[in-house]
């Protein structure tokens, strides 16, 4: 089973920058695809970004140049890099990573970071 722990949320004005970071339990972190999702109250889930297993990224229309996510798989963590912070950034960020094995896809969740972006 593989398990995320979250870290580096909090408030941030507007134009301010965060990173968020989702470490891994396991030794197949090299393997996963790692992606970051938002929610914001009264809101559906929604897709920020994607990093695939061998580094490829992916982001959402709303925050393609400001937001950057890497991986470091010595370290087993993934990392969201939040710049040019908008208060509609404001929501729960949650870390997925995404295993398959012997054609079978489970999906793992972080326990969601708060980030705040106010005045």
């Known amino acids: 089973q593989v398990q995320l722990v979250e870290s580096g949320g909090g408030l941030v004005q507007p134009g301010g920058s965060l990173r968020l970071s989702c470490a891994a339990s396991?030794?197949?972190?090299?393997?996963?695809?790692m992606g970051w999702y938002r929610q914001a109250p009264g809101n559906q889930r929604e897709w920020v970004a994607t990093i695939i297993a061998y580094g490829s990224t992916k982001y959402a229309d709303s925050v393609k140049g400001r937001f950057t996510i890497s991986r470091d798989n010595a370290k087993n963590t993934a990392y969201l890099q939040m710049n040019s912070l908008k208060p509609e950034d404001t929501a729960v960020y949650y870390c997925k990573a995404q295993q398959s094995t012997l054609g079978t896809t489970y999906d793992y969740w972080g326990q969601g970071s708060q980030v705040n972006v106010s005045s």
């Open positions: 396991g030794r197949l972190f090299s393997t996963l695809h």
